[in-house]
């Protein structure tokens, strides 16, 4: 069986059509690909195309009750799981050695990080707009909309923003883990004010997800900091990350 | 030196690119056991989740009990989500519409009763009218979907609709239609790229 067909049968089961014999043989033909990139791609695609069926319906109202009656009835498994999992914004027990960032702890060079990176933004920015047939790389075209990568050797993170409204959601991978008692402290620059937009920690993985109830404003730069677990107010170390904001 | 004055990499996001990015931050929340992460995801699906489960079972208790199990589901088992088969909210709607159908097959004889007294479904349907809640969910994708699939044939949408809404299998529709099972299937394909085609980056 191709790809071909493996479509045609997932096409059938993801909308809840697939029964017997097809069943079976998909089963074993997906089995049989074993670790199947194309395999899953085509599934995923196909699993996201038909939840949007769903979406063509008007929503209708559930019982006004019913997220307490689930949330009740699930409460000690969730403690339980809360258990396992740590605090959401505790730093990992298992840290790795914190050596490996140690050498940006220093804070030293902060108040001149932050001159020359606020310069070195702005600067971008206006290269940017002079540049003929240059895209506005800070602002989509929609404004509402806009994504940002951070530049640093901490993994990799990126952060999605609505210009003019609060919040940011951040998420990243690979992010080294900040040592015990550390926390990753996000830092909105503005002017030559560092503005805390609240600590974060990555998974045992490196993963990261969160939303920040920060607003970003008229903020020209993000960084983001190793800082104690009790968040200070004020950055100790130098930027692990950064990623300048086009200004409007 | 010009690398320095490279400023950050940006990009058009699209919309569900940002409630999948909130989904999956809500998701990793619920792991920590967060209930405002889950009344998060509650609230933003589970409208929609009804609507589906309603249009599947065609009786509103019925689809309330299945929404109530399968966002327990999510409550108890966040983990259960694997991001390899696709977005958060393609395994909510999911894990909706497999408890739906499972119900409809299982209780064939209540449904071709149902099916019998189809006024009384739409009736049924009708009478909650008041629940409908156009302010919540996802007005701008819903005109998409149903602008693609207006768009589709109408030989294939008629197929993805008694398999997706119906919750009718390959060969039900088969006999339903006339048409030979593999024609069924390969109806059904075709459908699902012109759908995916149609609604592009929106899907996720």
């Not at chain 1, 993170?157 to 990753?184: K, N, Q, R």
């Amino acid at each position: 069986m191709n790809h071909g067909s493996i479509e045609e049968l997932l096409a059938v089961r993801v909308l809840g059509g697939i029964e017997g014999a097809d069943a079976a043989a998909l089963e074993a033909e997906m089995a049989s690909h074993g670790d199947c990139e194309e395999c899953r791609r085509i599934e995923r695609e196909l699993a996201d195309t038909a939840a949007m069926l769903a979406f063509s319906l008007d929503p209708v109202a559930v019982d006004p009750g019913m997220a307490d009656r689930i949330l009740s009835s699930g409460r000690d498994e969730a403690v339980e799981r809360a258990n396992e999992h740590g605090p959401a914004e505790a730093a990992p027990a298992d840290a790795a050695p914190a050596d490996e960032l140690a050498t940006r702890r220093s804070g030293r060079g902060w108040r001149t990080f932050v001159a020359v990176a606020a310069a070195i933004a702005v600067v971008a920015v206006v290269a940017t707009a002079l540049r003929p047939g240059a895209r506005t790389t800070g602002v989509s075209a929609r404004p509402a909309q806009t994504i940002v990568r951070f530049d640093g050797d901490a993994g990799t993170l990126s952060m999605a923003y609505t210009p003019g409204e609060p919040g940011a959601i951040f998420w990243g991978s690979d992010l080294p883990a900040p040592g015990a008692d550390h926390v990753y402290e996000i830092w909105m620059i503005q002017g030559d004010t560092p503005v805390s937009g609240g600590c974060v920690a990555p998974d045992a993985q490196g993963n990261l997800a969160a939303f920040v109830e920060a607003d970003i404003g008229s903020t020209e730069l993000m960084a983001v900091t190793v800082e104690p677990a009790d968040c200070p107010g004020a950055p100790t170390t130098d930027p692990v990350l950064t990623a300048p904001l086009d200004v409007a | 030196m010009l690398a320095m004055l490279e400023p950050a990499r940006s990009e058009p996001l699209g919309t569900v690119d940002l409630s999948e990015a909130r989904d999956r931050e809500l998701l990793a929340r619920l792991q920590h056991g967060d209930e405002d992460a889950f009344r998060g995801l509650f609230d933003r699906y589970a409208p929609s989740a009804k609507a589906l489960a309603l249009r599947v079972v065609r009786q509103a208790h019925l689809a309330e009990e299945i929404v109530q199990e399968a966002f327990m589901a999510v409550w108890k088992d966040p983990a259960g989500y694997d991001g390899d088969r696709g977005s958060v909210r393609s395994w909510l709607m999911g894990t909706v519409h497999h408890r739906a159908v499972d119900l409809v097959r299982r209780e064939e004889a209540h449904r071709r009763r149902a099916e019998a007294s189809i006024p009384h479904a739409t009736q049924e349907q009708a009478d909650h009218a008041d629940d409908v809640v156009q302010a919540i969910g996802l007005p701008e994708e819903r005109r998409a979907v149903r602008a693609a699939l207006a768009e589709l044939p109408e030989e294939q949408r008629r197929v993805l609709e008694m398999m997706y809404f119906d919750g009718r299998s390959q060969s039900q529709i088969a006999e339903a239609t006339g048409l030979p099972l593999g024609t069924v299937k390969s109806r059904t394909l075709l459908g699902m790229r012109r759908m995916r085609a149609a609604l592009g980056g929106i899907e996720r």
